[in-house]
């Protein structure tokens, strides 16, 4: 009998993109029972919606709904709850701003049945097994933590505490737009500062003992010392000082949330 997998996709206010990841889905190459399940956050255009509902002749099942909170962890547990009824044995997730190769969904599932995986994790995209989320407790996703690297990362730890079993999933190819500030100095270090930042929230949620606070204390001060130096060295060389700088970024993200700030990088929208 075929695996049977319901893919999962936010949107928010970028048809073109979605139609791109749509038309990728559309091309898949897999023996799998596919269908298509997408959350539109747009509560005033709904063009993901309006696009969706417009499509003819779509290759699988496909089902939109819209979702009032548009916090990514809520969304996701929209998508989550609707997926868990459908009865699907697999739920994959992949944004809006992403599209497979035609072998993803295939490579995914071969990497669960080798691994025994309960969640195969690629790079931006998940596998997740039906009934490793029945055995968690709703909501899946923290609605605490607005940025998709937190609430993933969120997500993995408690699955971990739970006894599943998390696997990578690299064969999977999936390509992903970089915004055009990809690549300038203040995006690079304000990730990196946003990255440590919500590290270390959710090690803080699930209340760490002193002994590991006190390990991450011993990571977080040579950073902030000695990375500054390291940069300072080679600021004639603007590629080699990057590395020191993100460093010392994410040391005083991580730093900043065990003094109680929290950090939201994630407030822009790129690409249509």
């Not at 809520?74 to 009865?87: K, W």
């Not at 989320?133 to 609605?143: G, I, Q, R």
């Not at 590395?243 to 929208?269: D, T």
Request: charged fraction near 25%; hydrophobic fraction near 45%; aromatic fraction near 6%.
């Amino acid at each position: 009998m075929a695996d049977t997998v319901i893919i999962c996709i936010p949107t928010f206010r970028r048809p073109k993109m979605l139609r791109r990841l749509l038309d990728a889905i559309a091309l898949l190459q897999t023996s799998a029972d596919v269908s298509v399940l997408v959350a539109d956050k747009d509560s005033q255009g709904r063009a993901g919606l309006d696009l969706c509902l417009a499509l003819e002749g779509y290759r699988w099942p496909l089902t939109a709904v819209f979702a009032p909170d548009r916090g990514i962890a809520q969304t996701r547990n929209l998508l989550v709850e609707y997926a868990v009824m459908s009865g699907a044995s697999f739920i994959a997730m992949i944004d809006d701003d992403e599209w497979p190769d035609p072998h993803w969904i295939d490579q995914l599932l071969k990497t669960a049945d080798r691994t025994h995986a309960d969640v195969v994790q690629g790079r931006g995209h998940l596998l997740i097994r039906r009934s490793a989320l029945e055995d968690m407790a709703a909501p899946w996703f923290d609605p605490q933590f607005a940025a998709p690297g937190e609430v993933d990362r969120d997500f993995f730890h408690r699955l971990s505490r739970a006894g599943k079993h998390l696997a990578r999933g690299d064969e999977a190819l999936v390509h992903s737009e970089v915004p055009d500030n990809g690549t300038n100095l203040g995006w690079l270090l304000r990730q990196s500062y946003s990255v440590g930042n919500s590290d270390m929230r959710v090690l803080l949620k699930h209340h760490p003992s002193p002994p590991q606070i006190a390990k991450e204390l011993l990571k977080i001060l040579p950073s902030l010392l000695l990375a500054p130096l390291a940069a300072a060295i080679l600021g004639l060389s603007p590629n080699r000082r990057v590395i020191p700088l993100q460093k010392f970024f994410l040391a005083a993200g991580r730093l900043s949330a065990m003094a109680g700030r929290h950090y939201r990088e994630y407030a822009v929208i790129h690409g249509e």
